[in-house]
């Protein structure tokens, strides 16, 4: 099975600031990679896909890149609403594995 | 416009049976559809797939041997059936629809709400 490593777990930006969470894979996914934010309550919700791929919907200062076992989540401007879990998931094949999760705490 | 709606979640006791179901609107459920799991306060965790073509289905570990994944084309329904249940797969259950080549997945876009299981003696 591929195992997802999510960095950090936990992160205190403030608002306005740029915010970066890595996942790293045991093993080369190519660009299977997908990106959720998730509110308490909600449902997950998909942000990237392809590792690079904006969601239709999803505002611009969400952005993704990496590919092979290296990948990266960044937003550029951060806002108040993105204060939330985000999690990344390997889509390359069975399991469908999750990184553990990034919480953005609210300094 | 796109929605998935589960149900049948609710108590039951450890050894116990329940059927989840997600039903579809606005397109039809005939593609790759994963089940999702999210036990309290903890993190995201894949429980099973069912593919498009050929219908073949996968399982976590933890769910092999006791959950069936399977749909129901004319309900326009994907569904669950958990088995032999205990208390660690309490959790809420979300479906979503995935577009896949074999098991090799672009993206899963949409996700129901999610249905809670609880169990509990």
């Known amino acids: 099975d591929i195992q997802m490593t999510q960095s950090p777990s936990s992160l205190s930006p403030s608002v306005g600031g740029r915010v970066t969470i890595t996942c790293r894979a045991s093993?080369?996914?190519?660009?299977?990679l997908c990106w959720y934010q998730q509110k308490p309550g909600e449902a997950p919700r998909l942000l990237i896909y392809s590792a690079s791929r904006l969601q239709t919907g999803v505002p611009s200062r969400f952005s993704g890149s990496g590919s092979g076992t290296d990948f990266t989540l960044t937003i550029s401007s951060l806002q108040p609403e993105d204060f939330a879990t985000y999690y990344c998931q390997q889509s390359y094949n069975t399991p469908h594995t999750f990184g553990q999760g990034t919480k953005l705490e609210i300094k | 416009e796109v929605q998935l709606l589960e149900s049948g979640g609710g108590l039951v006791q450890p050894g116990g049976s329940l059927r989840l179901s997600c039903i579809a609107s606005?397109?039809?459920?005939?593609?790759?559809a994963i089940w999702v799991r999210q036990a309290p306060g903890k993190g995201l965790e894949w429980v099973s797939s069912?593919?498009?073509?050929?219908?073949?289905?996968h399982y976590a570990d933890t769910a092999k041997g006791r959950f069936t994944i399977s749909r129901d084309i004319s309900k326009n329904t994907l569904n669950l059936q958990m088995n032999s249940l205990r208390a660690e797969d309490t959790a809420i259950y979300y479906c979503?629809?995935?577009?896949?080549?074999?098991?090799?997945?672009?993206?899963?876009?949409?996700w129901g709400q999610g249905t809670l299981v609880t169990v509990s003696s």
């Open positions: 069912i593919s498009a073509n050929d219908e073949s289905t």
């Open positions: 979503a629809r995935g577009y896949c080549v074999g098991t090799t997945c672009g993206n899963f876009d949409s």
């Open positions: 606005g397109f039809r459920f005939s593609g790759y």
């Open positions: 093993q080369s996914i190519s660009n299977y």
